[in-house]
Each structure stands twice: as structure tokens, then as C-alpha cells.
Nanobody, 119 residues
Framework: VQLQASGGGSVRTGGSLSLSCTIS????????VGWYRQAPGQQREQVAL???????TYADDVKGRFTVSRDNAKNTVYLQMNSLKREDTAVYYC??????????????WGQGTQVTVSS
């Protein structure tokens, strides 16, 4: 299983960025794909989660600003980030949680992509 995240960069406050996570998950039944972030000196936190059912949840501080979407044909999940704030600065990771052929659940992480928001 491989997760390839991309799309990070630097932007001014109020700007937008779009992240993508392409998942190669042969043999894994994915339950959910999530976006997480980790700011310097902080714990990794969940930003958004999209379940295989289509249900999407967001952290309170990104609701209304961030939008998750997915393209099943491309095995890609996107995170559109609008109205970015300085406190959104972090390394963003995508995660896939699912069931392997051995009926054991697994967590897989992408490599992380830096998002920097400056005033």
C-alpha cells in the first residue's frame, strides 16, 4: 500500500491550496481516508475524514473552509483548503485505514506535504 500526497506550498493568509493523495491499496479494503496535520511542536491532528460510505467529517476549525472530495477512478482523495490562516501551517498527511486480506486492520500514511501560510 502506498499513499502519495502532493500539492503543498506557501500561500498568504486568505489564500487557497489543494492537496491530493493518490492511493495504491491492492488487497486493502479501505474503510476511511483521512487528512491529518502536524504543526511544529504539536501533536498530529485529524483535519478531515472520508469514509467508504461517503460520509465526511471535518475538524471544527476547518469546517466551512476545507472540502474533501474523492475521485474513485483515480484512487485519489483531495483536500481543498480555502481562506487559509496562519494556524493552518503544518505538514499535512493522508492516511488510509482498512482491512487487509489477513483480516487485520491497518493504518497507512503518506509522506507528508508542507503547507505554509504567511501574512
Amino acid at each position: 500500500v502506498q499513499l502519495q500526497a502532493s500539492g503543498g506550498g506557501s500561500v498568504r493568509t486568505g489564500g487557497s491550496l489543494s492537496l491530493s493523495c493518490t492511493i495504491s491499496a491492492s488487497g486493502l479494503t479501505i474503510f476511511a481516508v483521512g487528512w491529518y496535520r502536524q504543526a511544529p511542536g504539536q501533536q498530529r491532528e485529524q483535519v478531515a475524514l472520508v469514509y467508504s460510505t461517503g460520509l465526511i467529517t471535518y475538524a471544527d476549525d476547518v469546517k466551512g473552509r476545507f472540502t474533501v472530495s474523492r475521485d474513485n477512478a483515480k484512487n485519489t482523495v483531495y483536500l481543498q483548503m480555502n481562506s487559509l490562516k496562519r494556524e493552518d501551517t503544518a505538514v499535512y498527511y493522508c492516511n488510509a485505514y482498512g482491512l487487509g486480506p489477513d483480516l487485520i486492520t491497518y493504518d497507512y500514511w503518506g509522506q507528508g506535504t508542507q503547507v505554509t501560510v504567511s501574512s
